[in-house]
């Protein structure tokens, strides 16, 4: 075996000793008896919450084991395929299973970040909610843009993605829209996503062809479920309906459907649109102000558990996170952990992992910002 494929052996070999320690993997096996065994109990849903609990333990034991057996069977069959490979002077069969160990190697990696997923709200689903800046068309453009970006990255992962709400830009793009990702850890993968996003580039609006930047901000915050009680009065809330702005069958366009819910005390809006029943608009807004008071919680306390640590920044308009530039030259560069890619299309198609991993990595290690210098 060559020393190059040797060493992504080891690194595979390592990564599995990791997930497996992270797992308590014998704790973790006995567990996940336990839960199935408990799981056949048909008196089990009586307690709504308590059975919702054990079925999110249960799936995630499912998968951190499934995971680490899966790549286990996938090392060692491909180990096999080398082995023959050379015995027989298969040059062939031996590139094609070092190939596969490193896909398997990167995967290995993934899975290693995935263990950093360990905040209260980090397995649940994610709302994504993205705003145009000042700058008209060219930042509503780019809101749209970004909008598509997530979908692609969401539709990658396996996740399920519905557009609660898109307010259609005058002449382009889009003011504002709202996306629920539906998928195990969408909320902890796409945390770090949240602030403001910078494009640069050749303007398709202008007729002089002069390079325009233009600004848009995105917020993520976690879906919660019914084991979590969040108390609202509605008499800190303004509840407006309005017609739907996007496109739509004839009874969207036609009626007030659409609702906004005002919470008066932090000034947070939420708004639905995407059902024709004004009934159900109003239910999902509902959960959306919960789920960004929620989040809100979870800010105060992380801020206040990071509140001397050189990392933590404001995430809000003016803290800028990641600038995309088209022209003069390509460049997608992340100014919190200097990651950089060179490829701004494929970034744009939703090839997000390297981003996500690296700033999950810092914020939970708590490592300084690295000083990186703007982007013109």
């Known amino acids: 075996m060559r020393a190059e494929t040797q060493a992504i052996?080891?690194?595979?070999?390592q990564a599995l000793a990791l997930l497996r320690r992270h797992l308590d993997w014998d704790r973790a096996l006995s567990r996940l008896d336990e839960l199935n065994?408990?799981?056949e109990d048909p008196d089990l849903w009586n307690d709504s919450a308590r059975a919702q609990k054990m079925m999110r333990e249960r799936q995630y034991l499912e998968d951190g084991i499934g995971n680490v057996r899966r790549i286990e069977t996938e090392l060692s069959d491909n180990?096999?395929?080398i082995e023959l490979g050379e015995m027989e002077g298969d040059a062939g069969v031996v590139s094609e299973a070092e190939a596969a160990l490193k896909e398997l190697v990167a995967e290995a990696a993934r899975r290693q970040v995935e263990t950093l997923l360990s905040g209260e709200a980090d397995g649940n689903d994610a709302y994504i909610e993205i705003h145009a800046g000042a700058g008209g068309t060219e930042s509503q453009d780019w809101a749209n843009m970004l909008m598509r970006m997530?979908?692609?990255?969401?539709?990658?992962q396996g996740y399920k993605v519905d557009i609660l709400e898109v307010h259609d830009g005058e002449e382009a793009g889009i003011k504002s829209a709202t996306l629920q990702v539906k998928g195990q850890n969408a909320y902890g993968w796409a945390k770090?996503?949240?602030?403001?996003?910078?494009l640069v580039r050749i303007s398709p609006y202008d007729s002089q062809a002069r390079r325009h930047t233009s600004f848009a901000s995105v917020w993520i915050y976690p879906v919660i479920d019914d084991t979590i009680d969040i108390d609202i009065a509605e008499s800190d809330c303004r509840i407006d309906?309005?017609?739907a702005s996007g496109a739509g069958g004839q009874h969207v366009n036609t009626t007030d459907s659409a609702v906004r819910i005002t919470h008066i005390p932090t000034n947070i809006v939420v708004q639905c649109q995407n059902e024709r029943s004004q009934h159900k608009n109003r239910a999902t807004a509902w959960s959306m102000l919960k789920a960004r008071l929620y989040e809100r919680e979870l800010q105060i306390r992380e801020d206040k558990a990071n509140a001397e640590a050189a990392s933590k920044t404001d995430i809000g308009w003016g803290h800028q996170i990641r600038s995309y530039v088209l022209q003069p030259y390509q460049l997608v560069k992340d100014l919190r952990t200097g990651v950089e890619k060179t490829a701004p299309q494929d970034v744009l198609d939703g090839d997000l992992e390297d981003f996500m991993e690296a700033a999950l990595a810092q914020r939970v290690q708590g490592d300084?910002?690295?000083e990186v210098a703007d982007i013109d």
């Open 150 to 156: 997530y979908i692609r990255w969401a539709e990658k």
């Open 192 to 198: 770090t996503e949240s602030g403001v996003h910078r």
């Open 37 to 39: 065994a408990a799981a």
């Open 9 to 13: 052996v080891d690194e595979i070999k």
């Open 79 to 81: 180990l096999e395929l």
């Open 241 to 243: 309906t309005y017609r």
């Open 368 to 370: 300084p910002d690295t």
